[in-house]
């Protein structure tokens, strides 16, 4: 029972991680290929803030929230001048930064020894040590992530976004900051990025490097683009099947050599095949060009 919560907790990070990277690809039509990079900065500082300076694990998560939320300020810029599959690789870039400072400064991060010991979220004394617990905490987060992130979609906001998507010079000519707008909506998905990197933090209580290398940003990009691009139920149907399905190679006794080349030939049959029977995706509004 304990497992199938585990899997639970780990499919409900994902779905924030999915979610806000929807908004930036799926919204926008940005295509960012270094999403982990935002999840890896607020886990980092989250972690590092609660073991250096006894900072609680939420004032934490909200600054590593927000320092993520800055970093996606920065990437940002290039999307200003950069299109495509330069953009894509702009991101790819910064994701190999991250990876790599997060690795080689050891002094701070301890590189690939990681950091252990990271303290869990307590409410009133009470730690959420319980994985029940914290399957509330990250579910009552999910259900808040979605509700902001719909009605951010959903907002005039939401729709100068799906106009960048579309025609990004249309909707320049009709008087819209598109430049303003794609280093905010950056920022929003970075902020809820990295509050994923929190709670995965304080959740398994270690992280090293390996936890964020750029194969995790390439899993999350398939979640989105597997549940459907600009869709918030999407988000979730991806997420959910891409984490959980894997999962059952473990219930066929296949030894971990096998298992792990298994999920990711799974990852890519199931691309495949809805590249080719369905391109927007599973609940996709947009297909990507």
């Given at each position: 029972m304990e497992y199938l919560l585990h899997i639970l907790v780990i499919a409900g990070i994902y779905i924030i991680l999915t979610l806000s990277l929807n908004l930036i690809l799926g919204y926008t039509?940005?295509?960012?290929?270094?999403?982990?990079?935002?999840s890896c900065v607020g886990a980092y500082v989250s972690a590092l803030l609660a073991l250096n300076y006894g900072i609680s694990p939420w004032i934490g998560l909200l600054i590593g929230a927000i320092a993520a939320s800055l970093m996606g300020g920065v990437?940002?810029?290039p999307s200003l001048r950069l299109k495509g599959d330069y953009l894509a690789l702009a991101t790819f870039g910064f994701a190999v930064i991250v990876y790599s400072i997060a690795k080689n400064w050891?002094?701070?991060?301890?590189?690939?020894?990681?950091?252990?010991?990271?303290?869990?979220?307590?409410?009133?004394?009470?730690?959420?040590?319980?994985i029940w617990s914290y399957l509330i905490l990250v579910a009552l987060l999910v259900a808040l992530t979605a509700f902001l992130l719909n009605r951010v979609a959903n907002s005039p906001?939401?729709?100068?976004?799906?106009?960048?998507?579309?025609?990004?010079?249309?909707?320049?000519?009709?008087?819209?900051?598109?430049?303003r707008h794609k280093v905010l909506v950056?920022?929003?998905g970075a902020f809820f990025a990295g509050i994923a990197g929190s709670l995965y933090a304080h959740y398994i209580t270690f992280i090293d490097p390996s936890s964020f290398t750029i194969m995790e940003s390439i899993t999350i990009l398939l979640m989105v683009v597997f549940g459907g691009m600009g869709s918030i139920k999407g988000?979730?149907?991806?997420?959910?099947i891409?984490?959980?399905?894997?999962?059952?190679?473990?219930?066929?006794?296949?030894?971990?050599?096998?298992?792990?080349?298994?999920?990711?030939?799974?990852y890519g049959l199931l691309l495949l095949l809805l590249m080719l029977k369905r391109p927007q995706g599973i609940l996709g509004r947009y297909r990507f060009r």
């Open positions: 039509g940005l295509p960012a290929l270094g999403h982990a990079a935002f990437i940002a810029f050891v002094a701070v991060t301890r590189g690939p020894l990681g950091l252990p010991g990271i303290p869990t979220f307590s409410i009133g004394g009470f730690q959420l040590s319980s906001f939401g729709r100068i976004l799906k106009g960048i998507r579309e025609d990004e010079i249309a909707t320049e000519s009709l008087g819209k900051n598109v430049n950056f920022m929003i988000s979730f149907v991806g997420a959910a891409l984490v959980i399905l894997p999962e059952m190679l473990r219930f066929l006794g296949m030894p971990s050599s096998i298992a792990a080349p298994m999920r990711q030939m799974i």
